[in-house]
C-alpha cells in the first residue's frame, strides 16, 4: 500500500480524536498491590521479595521514535507515555526529545507517573514538549503510601507536584480509591484543591476487565 492510501486508512485516527498509549516499561519504583501494568495480560507479577516479573519483549528506542513520527503524521490527538514507570526508562528522553515543537491543540503529549522520580527529572522534562503531567496520588502519609505502593517517598512526590505546577502547562492527580487510603481522600482532594490541579478519582479495575 503507498503512503497515501495508508494514510486515508488512518483517517479515522483525525475523526475520531485518536489516542495512543505507549508503554514503555514494566520495570517500576512502586509495588502498587492493585497494578494492572497498562493492560499486561496476564498483569506483571510481584513475587514474594517485591520483584517484578517483565514484558520478555519492548520496543527499542528508534521503533518508538519511528512509530511515534508515524502517529503525529496520522494526525493522533493524544500520545500517552505509561508504564511501568515511565521516568525509569533511558528510552524517554529520546523519545520526547524527537517530538516537534506543538501548539496543544495539534495534539497532546501526556506522562503518567507516579512522581517518585519527578524531582529529579523535572529539569531534563522541563526542555521537551510535554503538554500533561497526570500524577498519581493514591496516599497522603508514608504509611499509607507504603500499604499501596511498597514505597515511603510521599514528600517527595507531593514537593514534585507542587513544583511540576509551575512547568507544565497541565498537571492532573490521579488517585485510585481503595480501603488503604478512604481515611485520606479528602486531604489529597483538598492538597489538589489548594494547588488548583484537576484530580481524578478512579476506581479499581480487575484483571478480567484489563
Ligand atoms: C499503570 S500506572 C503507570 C504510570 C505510573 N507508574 C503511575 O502509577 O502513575 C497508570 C495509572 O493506572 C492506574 N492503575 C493501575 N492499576 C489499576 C487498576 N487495577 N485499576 C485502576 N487503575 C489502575 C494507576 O493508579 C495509575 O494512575
Ligand atoms: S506506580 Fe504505576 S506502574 Fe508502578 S506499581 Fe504503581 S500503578 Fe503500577
Redesign the pocket.
Known amino acids: 500500500m503507498h503512503d497515501e492510501e495508508l494514510l486515508k486508512e488512518f483517517e479515522f485516527f483525525k475523526v475520531k480524536e485518536g489516542r495512543f498509549r505507549i508503554?514503555l516499561t514494566t520495570t517500576?519504583n512502586?509495588r502498587?498491590w492493585?497494578?494492572?501494568?497498562?493492560g499486561s495480560i496476564p498483569?506483571v507479577k510481584i513475587d514474594g521479595k517485591n520483584g517484578l516479573q517483565h514484558k520478555t519483549h519492548t520496543c527499542s528506542t528508534q521503533e518508538y521514535i519511528t512509530l511515534v513520527e508515524t502517529l503525529i503524521d496520522l494526525g493522533i490527538s493524544r500520545l500517552y507515555f505509561?508504564?511501568?514507570?515511565?521516568?525509569i526508562s533511558p528510552k524517554l528522553d529520546p523519545i520526547l526529545e524527537s517530538i516537534p515543537l506543538h501548539e496543544k491543540n495539534e495534539f497532546k503529549v501526556i506522562i503518567?507517573?507516579?512522581?517518585i522520580l519527578l524531582k529529579k527529572k523535572l529539569d531534563s522534562l522541563s526542555n521537551k514538549h510535554i503538554d500533561k503531567l497526570?500524577?498519581?496520588l493514591?496516599a497522603f502519609s508514608d504509611e499509607s503510601m507504603w500499604n499501596i505502593?511498597r514505597t515511603r517517598s510521599i514528600d517527595v512526590v507531593k514537593a514534585s507536584i507542587v513544583q511540576a505546577k509551575e512547568i507544565f502547562p497541565e498537571i492532573e492527580i490521579?488517585?485510585?480509591l481503595m480501603p488503604e487510603n478512604q481515611h485520606e481522600i479528602m486531604d489529597i482532594i483538598q492538597f489538589a484543591r489548594d494547588l488548583q490541579i484537576d484530580i481524578?478519582i478512579?476506581?479499581?479495575?480487575?484483571?478480567q476487565?484489563?
Open positions: 508503554s517500576c512502586a502498587c492493585f497494578c494492572h501494568n497498562e498483569p505509561t508504564g511501568g514507570e515511565p521516568l503518567a507517573t507516579n512522581g497526570k500524577i498519581s493514591h505502593e490521579n488517585t485510585l481524578e478512579l476506581e479499581r479495575m480487575t484483571w476487565r484489563n
